[in-house]
């Protein structure tokens, strides 16, 4: 039986690693790169849409019915991509196909996102995001700004290079740091993340720590721990022939095993499709995407 703050533990780390399912399905391009790793990936997935010609993806998400897939479908969101592969536009729709929003991405001389912008179907403003980058390429502040263009929080990462980590400080107005996560690498070059810890207001939340499979250089699998450094749970990954992400079970401390993720992909080696399951091991999400590529 886990304990109330278990419970708490567990919705936090699963709200992360929602914006993170989001981040995975429409490449990391939404993300940003803090090591050289993670700027390399960032430019082989935009490689890879320039060079299959890819002009658009087509998100269709499933209609569960009690954890069920059924035949029913709807278009979630439509990415438009330029002639290099980066992500130029996202249109969002409802269920009943009405645009919820159309969001912007712009970029700057060397490629990277500097600006996004969602608007509503009317033309107005719904919210901004700016990224900043230091000398070297890596993200250095994000901020987040409201329809009426007011900051409404501002995320900093501080590269701290005498003991191999990031610490990302979120501040909400007017400037007061409200949450943290410090990442720890082994170096920062090959970007081999050992760790990190999630405080808020400086309480510490919940830490994960990695395992890596040396062999192939890439995580096998990530372990979650609460605030008493009792594990909550560990995420393993498994990997496809081609070294895609192709599932992710959910392991609990009395080794019952349930699915979290699983990722298919076409023969173009893209991302075609996204099953995500809940902590019980049920559906919530059942994806599949299609590309229209250029003549």
């Not at 002009?55 to 438009?80: A, M, P």
């Amino acid at each position: 039986m886990y304990s109330i703050i278990d419970v708490r533990i567990k919705t936090i780390i699963l709200l992360l690693f929602v914006f993170n399912a989001l981040a995975q399905k429409l490449y990391c391009q939404v993300d940003v790169p803090k090591t050289q790793s993670e700027k390399q990936q960032y430019f082989r997935e935009m490689l890879q849409m320039q060079q299959w010609g890819v002009q658009s993806r087509l998100d269709w998400r499933y209609v569960l019915i009690d954890g069920n897939v059924t035949t029913s479908k709807y278009l979630e969101r439509k990415i438009h991509y330029d002639t290099s592969g980066r992500i130029k536009e996202i249109e969002n729709f409802t269920k009943d196909n009405r645009k919820l929003s159309i969001v912007e991405f712009l970029y700057g001389d060397t490629k990277v996102l500097t600006e996004k912008n969602e608007y509503l179907p009317t033309g107005e403003l719904k919210n901004k995001v700016q990224y900043r980058y230091d000398s070297s390429g890596y993200i250095s502040e994000i901020s987040y700004y409201d329809a009426r263009r007011y900051i409404t929080s501002k995320w900093v990462y501080e590269r701290v290079a005498e003991n191999n980590s990031i610490v990302v400080s979120e501040y909400l107005p007017p400037d007061k740091p409200d949450r943290q996560w410090i990442y720890t690498y082994e170096d920062f070059y090959n970007g081999k993340e050992s760790g990190m810890d999630s405080y808020e207001k400086k309480k510490l939340k919940f830490s994960k720590r990695n395992i890596w499979d040396e062999e192939n250089k890439r995580i096998s699998a990530e372990v979650f721990f609460n605030p008493q450094g009792d594990e909550v749970y560990r995420l393993e990954y498994n990997y496809d022939i081609q070294g895609n992400k192709a599932a992710v079970d959910r392991i609990f401390p009395n080794l019952t095993k349930v699915k979290k993720s699983i990722y298919n992909y076409n023969e173009k080696n893209l991302l075609s499709g996204f099953i995500d399951h809940n902590i019980n091991g049920s559906i919530v999400e059942y994806y599949k995407f299609t590309y229209i590529f250029k003549e």
